[in-house]
């Protein structure tokens, strides 16, 4: 739970991001630094969430307070419909204040421009001294797609959309196929 690096997205668009997805009825949850913001511990997800990342939520009943410092702002819906469309409208209102992508149908993410998956790439090439056309990027939701431009490598799992497959070098249903013919004998497989 070490932070490498983070960017803060700016008050006025964490706000703004904040304000549409209520005005489109989505519920929010705010991330900053380690911590995590919610209104409704009962709401979609939150459980599912809360095991993933291992760490609880933190009820609040305003975001004021916590939007000078937000690192991701999340919208959740399972109207899939009312995420796509509140997706358009983040784009829309933030413009290039922020990143806004769907990274599952029901979860609509908000980031500095510079917090993307792309990014990731850029940042682990550094940090870990590989160079980027030795990276696969691996995704199936259309976040994934600013990873797949860089790496040399992009795979698009076989459940991606067509827009998401599109985007990559290659498609697959298993990533076997691809990866681990290139690292030749120096990984082991998987038993």
């Not at 009825?25 to 511990?41: H, K």
């Not at 827009?163 to 697959?172: D, K, L």
Request: contains cysteine.
């Amino acid at each position: 739970m070490t932070i490498l690096e983070q960017h803060a997205l700016t008050a006025d668009a964490a706000k703004c991001a904040t304000d549409v997805m209520l005005q489109n009825n989505l519920d929010v949850w705010v991330y900053s630094g380690n911590d995590w913001f919610i209104r409704n511990l009962h709401a979609p997800h939150v459980a599912r969430e809360q095991w993933t990342v291992k760490f609880a939520p933190t009820v609040v009943g305003s975001f004021e307070a916590v939007l000078t410092n937000a690192t991701k702002i999340v919208g959740v819906s399972d109207d899939y419909d009312l995420v796509a469309r509140c997706e358009r409208n983040a784009r829309e209102a933030l413009g290039a204040n922020a990143s806004a992508a769907c990274s599952q149908p029901y979860y609509l993410d908000v980031t500095h421009p510079d917090a993307n998956k792309g990014m990731v790439v850029t940042t682990l090439s550094k940090l870990l001294s590989i160079p980027t056309d030795e990276i696969a990027t691996i995704g199936d939701m259309p976040n994934d797609v600013l990873m797949f431009r860089k790496g040399e490598l992009s795979i698009a799992m076989g459940n991606a959309s067509p827009e998401v497959q599109a985007q990559a070098n290659r498609v697959t249903d298993s990533i076997e196929r691809f990866v681990l013919p290139l690292a030749g004998s120096t990984l082991p497989r998987a038993s």
